[in-house]
């Protein structure tokens, strides 16, 4: 498990540095204004769509249905199914496009006339993204599930570095247009590093007859996921058009906070589809061990992380971004952010628990009284607490999915998430009161630095994931 994991985090990583690398280049080039917010609103759905798949969407449904079949039959189900995707990808990009305006206006219904023109025309270009982003998922199926994770983990380092390269070298003469185009040039070279590999594989595009009924049997699968990530990404939709109504700025700066805190999510998000792949081909009570192994490290590789950015989010923000540090809301906002981390890194392990059973309902009925509880929270805390208020509301709803989903596949006795979450509370509150409302950077850095490798090691000798 770690062997995989360490090699698809270092995938990762770079593609999402290069992600937080994009949104950096793009605050230092363009400001956190209307400009930016309106590239920001017209590229959440394209983005919404490459995390969801990123995060396991299509694979989750689609793994185990692969798994099942010989080698024969992979092939001929893969092949079979190919060319359905592709035209859900062309019918899915056409909405996008064509109901831009509508979408733009939804999701930052804050903006003013010409950003929203501008966020508009962006997104019509953007929705070109979709093919690429699908085929790439469909195509990395094969390839995990000969536990080869590390090709498939460079989609997001593939996206990104085309508007990295655009911003880094253009910087604020760049234009809407010139950043749209390259992330479509990013969408295009993710499928086209899996191609050859896909190949080797059996994937054959031009032969269509696949199997009878293969189409409802995964569709059956993934109904259940969709709606899910339908909810996920309408509580992130939520988010931005609340930050929209809470002044200029607020949408960059909302989304800026969310991507320097996803960078800790790396590992995890490894370590979900490596797990994922294992529990697969498991029975029931081998199943179990793995996912306390799976939660274990989990907690190892947020926690440190999280205590970190808390204790530090004034410094980082003040040498990442030093015109926008001053009189700026983005180290409270980052701090309040990264405590849902903590929790937030169980849910993932705990569906994918239940995703290797074949059961995509129990997750989704969890998720949804979670998101519930944040979308209500989300109509109130903001306009009481501000920009804190929106994280909130995020830790709220991973709260209530956690314990929905731990009381629900009977788990709450047989894991030892009081002791854990218990300990996380008390690092991280010692984090926001001793090393936060340091004034001095020089002084704080190295103190959440030197707290947070403290506490990894002490949780490492705790947990012993790798027992």
């Known amino acids: 498990m770690f062997n995989s994991t360490l090699w698809l985090t270092l995938a990762t990583l770079a593609g999402l540095g290069l992600g937080f690398a994009r949104e950096w280049l ?24 490459r995390m969801t798949l990123a995060a396991g969407l299509l694979g989750a449904a689609a793994l185990p249905l692969y798994l099942q079949r010989d080698e024969l039959a992979r092939s001929r189900w893969l092949n079979g199914l190919s060319p359905w995707l592709l035209l859900i990808a062309i019918l899915l990009a056409g909405l996008l496009a064509l109901g831009a305006p509508l979408w733009c206006r939804l999701i930052g219904p804050g903006l003013a006339s010409e ?32 536990e080869r994770f590390v090709l498939a983990g460079l989609g997001s380092l593939l996206f990104n570095l085309p508007p990295v390269l ?46 009878s009924g293969a189409g409802r049997e995964l569709l059956g699968r993934i109904g259940p996921l969709l709606a899910s990530n339908a909810a996920s990404q309408g509580l992130a939709l939520l988010e931005r058009l609340i930050a929209s109504l809470l002044g200029e700025g607020a949408v960059t700066w909302v989304n800026l906070a969310r991507k320097l805190v996803n960078l800790p999510l790396i590992a995890l998000m490894a370590l979900n589809q490596v797990l994922l792949g294992m529990m697969s081909g498991k029975t ?76 995509t309902r129990l997750p989704l009925r969890c998720e949804l009284l979670g998101s519930a509880a944040n979308a209500l929270l989300l109509g109130l805390l903001p306009f009481a607490l501000g920009l804190p208020g929106i994280a909130l509301a995020a830790l709220a709803g991973v709260l209530v999915t956690n314990v929905l989903l731990l009381k629900r596949q009977e788990l709450l006795h047989s894991l030892a998430w009081p002791a854990q979450w218990l300990a996380s509370l008390l690092m991280l509150v010692l984090a926001a009161v001793l090393l936060h409302p340091l004034s001095n950077p020089w002084l704080q850095l190295p103190l959440s630095t ?16 790798w027992r």
């Open 284 to 359: 029931g009570g081998e199943r179990l061990p793995l996912l306390r192994r799976g939660l274990a490290a989990a907690t190892l590789l947020s926690l440190p992380a999280a205590v970190g950015l808390v204790g530090a989010s004034p410094t980082l923000v003040a040498l990442l971004l030093p015109q926008q540090a001053q009189n700026s809301p983005l180290p409270a906002l980052l701090a309040w952010f990264a405590i849902p981390l903590v929790f937030g890194a169980w849910n993932a392990m705990l569906a994918r628990y239940a995703y290797a059973a074949g059961d």
């Open 166 to 211: 655009l911003l880094a070298l253009q910087g604020a003469a760049s234009s809407n247009t010139q950043l749209a185009l390259a992330c479509i040039a990013g969408s295009v070279l993710m499928p086209l590093a899996l191609v050859l590999a896909a190949g080797r594989l059996g994937w054959r595009p031009w032969h269509w007859r696949g199997e």
């Open 115 to 146: 950003a929203q023109h501008e966020a508009s025309a962006s997104l019509q270009l953007l929705a070109l993204c979709a093919p690429g982003f699908l085929l790439h998922a469909w195509l990395s199926i094969p390839l995990q599930a000969r």
């Open 450 to 465: 030197l707290y947070a490798a403290s506490c990894l090691a002490g949780l490492a000798l705790w947990l012993k994931p």
């Open 26 to 49: 793009l605050v230092a080039a363009w400001g956190a204004g209307s400009r930016s917010d309106a590239f920001l609103v017209a590229l959440f759905l394209p983005e919404a769509l």
